[in-house]
């Protein structure tokens, strides 16, 4: 079992910044590929981005790659998503999900375990 406890939301004018973050409880976190997907008000949860359990491998959509990074800090336990340059299409509810696999899936169906979630809200 696996525990994710996000933080870091909040609001921040267009063109800011936030980082998020995702602890998550156990002794084999290195074992878990982990992604960050976002839910808009109205809208079905869509991926962000993903990375591997030993962080050398990274996916994004297409809608916020070159903005977005997400890394990982195994001696830690949490995962990390640095977002720049913020646009209010980028408000959402952000969760972070974890799934016991060498792949870095971008479909709610393969994470096994689910965060919160954290709300971001980017101002115009």
Known sequence: QVQLVESGGGLVQAGGSLRL???ASGRTF???AMGWFR???????E?????SGGGSITRYS???KGRLTISRDNAKNTVYLQMND??????????CAATP???????????????QGTQVTVSS
């Open 47 to 51: 991926f962000v981005a993903a990375i």
């Open 21 to 23: 973050s995702c602890a």
């Open 39 to 45: 839910q808009a008000p109205g809208k079905e949860r």
């Open 86 to 95: 913020l646009k209010p299409e980028d408000t959402a509810v952000y969760y």
């Open 30 to 32: 290195s074992a878990y």
């Open 62 to 64: 297409d809608s916020v």
């Open 101 to 115: 696999t060498s792949l870095i899936p971008s479909t709610t169906s393969r994470y096994d375990y689910w965060g």
